[in-house]
């Protein structure tokens, strides 16, 4: 099963003049409830490291954005954070929410055969000649009926190239953070030789609705999507690497 890795939550709305006049006020309940690790201030945004050096919560006139960065981050004071921000800030206008997710599903080939077997699932055979097809990845844009829209981005992966990916400082997906993720500090050795990788992000404009109704909504928009995402990633994974392909293959 795909294993997720990283997670990021962004939230927008009109420019509040409030968050100029409470945003200290954020940092100091974060600094009473026990979560802040380390914090900065400037003139448009507060930044700070949350419960773990990995995880951060940028705060602005106009959006927060989150990111947790290991799968054993702690959701629910994440989500706590973020009930903090909106509650102080309050903004009377949200426009748009979007959310994250990268997974990992180990492979139990060497690099150029999951390459092979893999591409092969997704598009047949791309041969010609004596061209062939040495590595990949596919970006492939989402949508839904109810006006979501979002990317996905997979391909195959050495561990070695695993912490550039989940610090995003490779891949070609579009971001709706406009704060950059802490780098993922873990080491190839925490990873398998060979994994499907898959980046995916999904933004839902917002409806009638004001702080009240975002922060209700936040919880379960997160738990949505991230199961979502979760199931997309596993049907991927089954149609690269399930049984039916390996028979195929094999034949």
Partial sequence: MPKLWTQSLAL?????LRFYEKHIEILQTFE??????????????IDARLFDSRDALSVRQDGLDLHLRHPDSDLER?????????????????????????FLAPVELEFEDAVRHAYGGALGSLRTGNIDVSDWAFLV?????????????FGMVRAE??????????????????????????????FAP????????????????????????V????????????????TLE?????????EEVAQ
């Avoid at 009473?32 to 945004?45: C, K, T």
């Avoid at 550039?164 to 891949?171: D, F, M, P």
């Avoid at 690269?240 to 390996?246: A, K, Q, V």
Wanted: aromatic share 8%.
């Fill in 78 to 102: 994440a989500l706590r954070a973020v009930e903090i921000s909106l509650s102080t800030v309050s903004p009377s206008q949200p426009r748009h929410r979007s959310a994250s997710f990268q």
């Fill in 238 to 246: 089954n149609a690269l690497f399930g049984d039916d392909r390996r």
């Fill in 194 to 217: 060979v994994s499907l990788f898959a980046d995916l992000w999904i933004s839902r404009p917002e409806g009638a609705g004001d702080a009240g109704t975002l922060l209700e909504e």
């Fill in 141 to 153: 844009d989402l949508s839904a009926e109810d006006g979501t829209t979002g990317q996905i981005e």
């Fill in 161 to 190: 190239e695993v912490p550039g990916r989940l610090s995003a400082a490779i891949g070609r997906i579009a971001r709706e953070s406009e704060s950059a993720p802490p780098p993922y500090a873990g080491e190839p050795e925490e």
């Fill in 219 to 234: 919880p379960s928009f997160w738990q949505t999507v991230r199961d979502e995402a979760g199931s997309l990633v596993s």
């Fill in 32 to 45: 009473q409830e026990g979560f802040l690790r380390a914090f900065r201030v400037r003139e448009s945004s």
């Fill in 12 to 16: 927008r709305w009109r420019p509040e």
